[in-house]
């Protein structure tokens, strides 16, 4: 009898790619579900968001969030303290959120001299 010294990965390799394929297609379907955040229309809406970025989300109730997790305005500054002033930030925020929430965030991105600011709408 032949003697075995190798092992075929080729099934493994092929099963593996077939699973690829499957995450990074329901992938696209699931980012989106974490927050219930109605954006407000435009008519020209921000490009894609860029890689690598802190997004902040305001929910209908005046929520915030520090990417998809819920935080309290404090621990919002608190995180603000330790970026550095070049990190792009993404700002949603639901269409029936109060103004002044809104504001309150920009102030604070102001004051820590945060400028790289996206603001996400939908096309109208």
Do not use: C, W
């Not at 190798?6 to 499957?22: E, G, K, R, S, W």
């Not at 219930?36 to 902040?56: F, M």
């Not at 608190?78 to 970026?83: K, Q, R, V």
């Amino acid at each position: 009898m032949k003697r075995i010294d190798q092992i075929n990965v080729l099934p493994f390799i092929d099963i593996m790619l077939v699973l690829l394929a499957i995450v990074l297609t329901t992938a696209t379907f699931i980012s989106d579900g974490r927050m219930e955040i109605r954006l407000p229309t435009s008519t020209n809406p921000a490009d894609a968001p860029p890689p690598h970025s802190v997004e902040i989300a305001i929910d209908a109730d005046g929520a915030f969030y520090l990417d998809a997790e819920p935080v309290t305005e404090e621990r919002l500054a608190t995180a603000l303290d330790g970026l550095e002033t070049s990190t792009p930030i993404v700002l949603r925020v639901d269409a029936a959120t109060r103004f002044e929430r809104f504001v309150a965030v920009v102030d604070q991105l102001k004051t820590r001299k945060l400028e790289r600011l996206t603001i996400l709408t939908r096309k109208s």
